[in-house]
């Protein structure tokens, strides 16, 4: 049975910089689109970043474009966003997800598989 499991997260103040890391184990994603997903205190969970199979395309939303990066090592079977200039509003809970036989792309709504969750809190 496949597993995401998301690592990195924690407390830091505003302007700091986290690394979230996702592992899969049980099978890989190789051929798969993955996502970042966060869900604020008292909100609805909103799609952050995806990336395609082999790292060849990306997107993120507006508000992180200039301080988030998304990438992936298959070699790893783990997914990473590198999270700059963190301001308060980006306190959440973070995802990653997997859509399985979806290479480019990956929504909430597509999404095969989830991990646990990671709580990133930036203090002002």
């Known amino acids: 049975q496949a597993h995401l499991v998301e690592s990195g997260g924690g407390l830091v103040q505003a302007g700091g910089s986290l690394t979230l890391s996702c592992t899969a184990s049980?099978?890989?994603?190789?051929?798969?689109?993955m996502a970042w997903f966060r869900q604020p205190p008292g909100k609805a969970r909103e799609f952050v970043a995806d990336?395609?199979?082999?790292?060849?395309?990306?997107s993120l939303i507006n508000s992180v474009k200039d301080r988030f990066f998304i990438s992936r090592d298959d070699s790893k079977r783990s997914m990473y966003l590198q999270m700059t200039k963190l301001t308060p509003e980006d306190t959440a809970v973070y995802f990653c997800a997997a859509c399985v036989g979806r290479e480019f792309t990956c929504d909430e709504s597509e999404a095969d598989y989830w991990g646990q969750g990671t709580q990133v809190t930036v203090s002002s």
């Open positions: 049980g099978r890989t994603f190789i051929g798969d689109a």
């Open positions: 990336i395609s199979y082999h790292n060849l395309s990306y």
